[in-house]
């Protein structure tokens, strides 16, 4: 180690480090399982500054991947309980630093470190699994590495970089039942002409059939109505929910008192008539519930509404919905920097709306649908039919449809389309010839 890149994160020698982990895990008490209070830890990566960066916050991934960083999916569970893993950061050289040992954390502050709490905490050695940490002799940032795989560990260490043994424990990530991922093998350029900026067509399994600009951001207006309405229904089934005056505020001007005829019903009444009618404040109302369910009561309603955003984007991030932000439950208008205050209404100036991709609203369809969300139903196309899922529209229109073909079910994720009329219609008409194609095309 050389003395003079000290402030480079280096104090402890690797035995103290290796040994305090050790006997700090040690004391632990040895967790029974993986619970779901747990905290998923996301890892990012710098393509500028070579740093990997690590946190429990959705909002603070998702922010980070939003100016550039690239994510790199979940790098292991954290435990609710356990030793403290202290975060640092370097205003200098604006790399971030990770530990259990409180002499390296306060060493480190000392030579001009920010101290910015405890990032997470540590199972024990005999219930978790160990994370590896590496350091980069050559590196000017990003100089450190931690890492669940052993692999991974061999691997830098074979590149040249210094093996510095233990840092915490964590859990392995359980694999998911979701589809998180796309098939373009087979893709071929949508031949059909239409206005959207973003189209998918993909079989159930998947697999892509066609695709414009498969990953081009746009509005999705309602069509976030979907993940709403699946964590609703997954959160709380017929539980009882009662929509709030805060729910009509934030909905305004477009909150109908004929969409929303109870005050009180079960969230599944509710989740089936917020798809049916696009109603705002029941969307609202949902994810206030959905919040309460997966974090406890805020105490506030304009609390829980970020918390029903926070439990949005973390399944947006669960099934690889990347590009994909989410501000508001209801597709309405909602804050730059993501987050509800208590006076947010749609009308407040300064707003933009939830963004994803065809892609991402794909992955969300193909996941939501076949797990019993309710949708829509009714019917459109000629010659050949199909039903729509969930419309939505703003400046332009966006619709998520399905069609069955010879016994296989295929969807469409049809994104910002020309609003071409007072009435619109402009989804329906593209999405009916991107269906004729397809009929002719998997016969």
């Known amino acids: 180690m050389n003395p003079a890149k000290s402030t480079s994160k280096h104090y402890l020698p690797l035995l103290l480090a290796v040994a305090a982990v050790a ?3 040690a004391l632990v008490a040895p967790a029974s399982a993986y619970a779901a209070s747990d905290q998923k830890m996301y890892r990012l990566y710098n393509p500028n500054g070579g740093e ?3 946190t429990a916050n959705v909002m603070e991934m998702t922010n980070l991947h939003r100016l550039g960083w690239t994510y790199e999916g979940v790098g292991w569970i954290a435990p609710a309980s356990g030793s403290p893993v202290y975060r640092l950061y370097n205003p200098n050289g604006g790399d971030h630093h990770y530990t259990m040992a409180a002499e390296e954390k306060d060493f480190l502050v000392a030579l001009g470190w920010n101290y910015e709490g405890v990032g997470w905490r540590s199972a024990s050695a005999s219930a978790g699994q160990p994370l590896y940490r590496q350091y980069n002799p050559n590196a000017s940032s990003g100089s450190h590495n931690y890492t669940l795989s052993a692999q991974e560990n061999d691997h830098l260490v074979s590149l040249g970089w210094n093996a510095e043994g233990i840092c915490w424990y964590g859990y392995e990530p359980s694999e998911s039942d979701f589809i998180t991922s796309l098939d373009y093998s087979q893709a071929v350029n949508l031949p059909v002409s239409v206005s959207a900026y973003s189209v998918v067509v993909a079989r159930e399994d ?3 059939i066609a695709s414009k600009s498969p990953n081009k951001k746009c509005e999705t207006g309602s069509t976030a109505k979907l993940m709403t309405c699946w964590l609703a229904q997954e959160s709380l089934g ?3 929910v009662t929509l709030s005056d805060y729910d009509i505020q934030i909905a305004q001007p477009f909150a109908y008192d004929r969409d929303q005829p109870w005050k009180t019903n079960s969230a599944s009444v509710v989740a089936k008539q917020c798809m049916y009618v696009s109603s705002n404040p029941y969307a609202h109302t949902l994810a206030r519930y959905v919040a309460r369910e997966k974090y406890g009561a805020t105490g506030t309603d304009w609390g829980d509404m970020r918390n029903g955003v926070r439990a949005m984007q973390e399944r947006a991030v669960e099934i690889g919905m990347t590009n994909t932000t989410f501000v508001s439950p209801s ?3 909602g804050p730059k920097n993501g987050n509800f205050t208590q006076d947010f209404s749609s009308n407040s100036k300064g707003m933009t709306n939830n ?3 065809g892609n991402d609203m794909m992955l969300l369809t193909l996941n939501a649908v076949p797990a019993g969300t ?5 019917t459109f196309g000629s010659p050949h039919k ?3 899922i969930k419309t939505g529209t703003n400046e332009r229109e966006s619709m998520l449809s399905m069609i069955r073909i010879k016994g296989k079910t295929y969807y469409i994720a049809l994104m910002a389309a020309d609003h071409t009329s007072s009435q619109g219609g402009t989804d329906v008409k593209e999405t009916t010839a991107i269906v004729n194609w397809l009929w002719d095309y998997v016969q």
Not at 374 to 378: E, Y
């Open 331 to 333: 597709g309405l208008f």
């Open 206 to 208: 998947g697999v892509v």
């Open 23 to 25: 006997i700090v895990a």
């Open 238 to 240: 017929d539980a009882q």
């Open 374 to 378: 309710h949708i829509v139903g009714n």
């Open 386 to 388: 199909f039903t729509n």
């Open 355 to 357: 963004r994803s991709t």
């Open 52 to 54: 990997h960066f690590y």
